[in-house]
């Protein structure tokens, strides 16, 4: 790294290397995601990774998550939420990506006009373990609308659930 080469975040997805998001927006993002948006908080949401396509985070097991206490399975709207909230925070890192020319604060803005248009998860598989890893990408981020996929893993890399999601950008 050069004088002149901008420090990368430790959450910057490895993949984005020609043009990662920049540190503060990266930073802001996660300030939003991880602290002001109290409901990500209860959930226990944390990001692993945030890039301008994909983003990544995890959840840990905790008893105020079960959703069958005889099996100590994680509750399905728990899924759910997280899938929506990553979603979202993948579309917010396609924008920060799309609109460069615009500050830092002006494109963290644009996360309050975002909202869900549709949801579609997929329950493939019970969810228990001690944490879980959840993925989303950005299939097409147009004008008015972006469309993403989401994942739902356990510790062990394994599948449990799926979504898709539609999300107003205008």
């Known amino acids: 790294m050069t004088p002149d080469t901008p420090a990368l975040h430790p959450l910057a997805d490895p993949h984005d290397a020609e043009s990662p998001l920049e540190f503060d927006f990266i930073e802001g993002a996660r300030a939003v995601f991880e602290e002001k948006i109290v409901f990500n ?27 069958h206490y005889g099996y100590n399975r994680i509750h399905g709207g728990v899924i759910s939420a997280a899938l929506d909230a990553l979603g979202g925070l993948a579309v917010l890192g396609a924008i920060g990506a799309r609109y460069r020319d615009e500050s830092v604060d002006q494109r963290l803005d644009r996360f309050s006009k975002l909202g869900t248009i549709d949801l579609r998860i997929d329950y493939l598989r019970p969810g228990i373990g001690a944490h879980f ?16 996929r989401m994942s739902f893993l356990g510790a062990d890399g394994r599948l449990l659930s799926t979504g898709t999601g539609a999300y107003i950008v205008s």
């Open 41 to 67: 908080r209860v959930l226990g949401l944390k990001i692993t990774t945030i890039g301008s396509q994909r983003v990544c985070a995890q959840i840990p097991m905790r008893p105020d998550l079960v959703g």
């Open 133 to 148: 890893e959840l993925t989303a990408e950005v299939l097409r981020l147009g004008s008015r609308v972006a469309s993403t």
